[in-house]
């Protein structure tokens, strides 16, 4: 069978409006029943327990990705399946722990089966579903209730809108939770270590930051043709820039302050490079993440950014160029 674009576009088109408005449902519902479950798992993990994730057939998939989302926010979750959990793998429940079941229906047999193991087991329950008439909604000590006005599926039958709408509040769940937490940058490279995403949230200014010969630094009161020349030699946009005597930094001369001294009369390269330097310049510390130099970088729309120590004295420079070739960009 033949695909025909002019149709196939307008399936596409009508099952991403349909899962957006499963989306947008989901948000204008939430209420007291989303607050209470949130509250259930601050509650869960300020005592030291774990949420348990379980569903079945596409839910199973969903309340995995879940788990992980929380696990990667330092969260400790696990996913457990309704099947194996009564032939032996309840072992990993511990009392004090949050479970949340999802099931969009809230009538399988199965997860309905696993429901009164877990109260024995001494595990509060969350009603993950869009059915809150359900047994599983009625039975549960939470509910995670969420919005499908239709599936995308012509047939009615494949679980699209609804697994969409399920996993996205369950990362809406995770994203309360981290910001209630307080948690940092710093916090979630920790739980990221490997590959690309780890190595740019571990990565330092010092790691990245020029030094040494390619660091121009010089007095505020050296000659502009001088500052310069030391520009050029460092293959540097800039000079950092400091007091005679104590060093600290004082401004900061860049190509384009250079080229704007040359309006100011002819005897412009004599002068001090103090007359054109931008006084107060943007600065980050070398123990400070990569990310956050790109925040100055983004939010000050600068070229270069003076890496300084404990007194104020110019260390490093980050040149904006550098960052796509760090891949922090």
């Known amino acids: 069978m033949a695909i025909a674009p002019k149709s196939a576009l307008a399936r596409a088109r009508l099952c991403l409006r349909i ?3 499963a989306l947008t449902a989901t948000a204008k519902s939430l209420g007291p029943d989303f607050v209470a479950t949130a509250r259930a798992v601050e509650t869960t993990i300020a005592s030291g327990g774990k949420l348990i994730f379980s569903g079945v057939g596409k839910s199973a998939p969903i309340a995995q990705k879940i788990a992980a989302t929380f696990n990667s926010t330092g969260v400790p979750s696990c996913f457990l399946d309704p099947t194996q959990a009564l032939h032996g793998d309840l072992g990993l429940c511990a009392e004090g722990d949050l479970a949340l079941i999802l099931s969009n229906s809230g009538q399988s047999d199965e997860v309905l089966r696993l429901l009164p193991m877990l109260k024995r087991f001494g595990l509060a329950v969350v009603a993950f579903t869009s059915n809150p008439e359900s047994d599983l909604a009625r039975s549960a000590d939470h509910r995670l209730l969420y919005r499908v006005p239709r599936e995308a599926c012509p047939l009615a039958l494949a679980p699209t809108a609804s697994t969409t709408a399920a996993l996205a509040l369950g ?3 995770a994203m309360v939770l981290l910001e209630a937490r307080g948690l940092t940058r710093d916090d979630f490279a920790k739980y990221h270590p490997a590959g690309n995403l780890g190595r740019v949230l571990l990565l330092r200014v010092r790691d990245i ?7 121009p630094v010089a007095p505020e009161t050296v000659r502009l043709q001088d500052a310069i020349l030391a520009m050029t030699k460092a293959k540097s946009g800039s000079i950092a820039l400091v007091h005679p005597r104590s060093g600290k930094l004082t401004g900061i001369l860049t190509d384009g302050d ?11 390269l004599d002068r001090p490079a103090a007359d054109f330097m931008t006084r107060s310049p943007k600065t980050i510390a070398a123990d400070a993440l990569g990310v956050d130099a790109l925040r100055l970088f983004e939010a000050h729309k600068i070229d270069d950014l003076i890496v300084i120590d404990e007194l104020a004295r110019p260390i490093g420079l980050i040149d904006g160029q550098d960052l796509p070739k760090l891949k922090i960009v």
């Open 19 to 21: 899962e957006s408005n």
């Open 171 to 173: 990362d809406a769940l």
């Open 209 to 215: 930051m020029r030094t040494a010969e390619r660091l």
């Open 258 to 268: 250079f080229r704007r001294s040359a309006l100011t009369g002819p005897d412009f």
